[in-house]
């Protein structure tokens, strides 16, 4: 995942009409869908345990848009140094305490947006809309810090970490690294093959086209609880739970 660090327009921050670029891994594109609530409450998680929470001074001298609240802090590295770099998490929550969940977490390192991702309820799952770390020239763990808090707020939502999305060929590989998984038990055989070759030639992130479009992946119940193992050593989200 290649791209470069600068500041973005508050447009950024949260995409009105989304369109899918070759640098951005996933395509929002989506028509927000009304979830079903069989086992869960009004999807208000985040407004009853953020909303009101004290905001501490960030790091770095950032001041927030005033639509944003922080709710956590990542560490992610820098490619320079080599050494941790504590990254704030904002929310930009578009829901309200009665609707289903959908907001716009965006992280920040050294006074800059280095990466956001756009989730929301989907059935039984979060679905990633959005994502993108255009920060990740500099710094590396973007990526995987976005997929870590897809996964914290599923487990606030009561959606037992299940999450989903639809990947272009140039984030298959990561995705997949990061535990996803395709329906098809032959695409996930191809990846594995694309990504061994891979390897073997000095690729880092190689495109895999085993579709023509989008793919659709997933967290497996195994990969769900990797996650959860990692969470209870080092949750990003404040008060997230496990379970």
Do not use: C
């Not at 639509?67 to 929550?93: M, N, P, W, Y």
């Not at 914290?152 to 970490?161: A, I, R, Y």
């Not at 070759?197 to 793919?215: F, M, W």
Request: net charge positive.
């Amino acid at each position: 995942m290649h791209g470069i660090l600068q500041a973005l327009p508050s447009a950024w921050l949260r995409p009105k009409n989304p369109a899918v670029t070759k640098t951005t891994p996933l395509q929002i594109g989506h028509q927000q869908q009304a979830a079903s609530f069989e086992d869960i409450p009004s999807g208000d998680v985040f407004v009853r345990r953020f909303a009101s929470a004290p905001v501490k001074p960030v790091l770095f001298g950032l001041k927030l848009p005033e639509s944003q609240v922080e709710v956590g802090k990542a560490e992610i590295r820098d490619h320079r140094t080599g050494k941790k770099v504590v990254s704030v998490v904002a929310l930009e929550q578009s829901s309200q305490p009665n609707e289903p969940f959908h907001g716009n977490f965006v992280l920040y390192a050294k006074e800059h947006p280095v990466g956001q991702s756009d989730m929301y309820i989907e059935g039984k799952s979060i679905k990633v809309g959005y994502m993108e770390a255009n920060g990740r020239k500099e710094f590396d763990g973007i990526g995987t810090a976005l997929h870590q808090i897809a996964v914290e707020t599923s487990l606030k939502e009561n959606k037992k970490g299940r999450v989903k999305l639809q990947s272009l060929d140039g984030a298959v590989g990561f995705h997949y690294k990061s535990g996803f998984r395709a329906k098809s038990k032959r695409v996930n055989q191809q990846i594995e093959a694309f990504i061994t070759q891979a390897k073997r030639d000095g690729v880092r992130e190689p495109d895999i086209n085993v579709s023509s479009g989008l793919l659709e992946m997933s967290l497996p119940k195994e990969s769900i609880e990797q996650w959860k193992a990692r969470i209870r050593r080092k949750p990003i989200l404040r008060d997230s739970q496990e379970d």
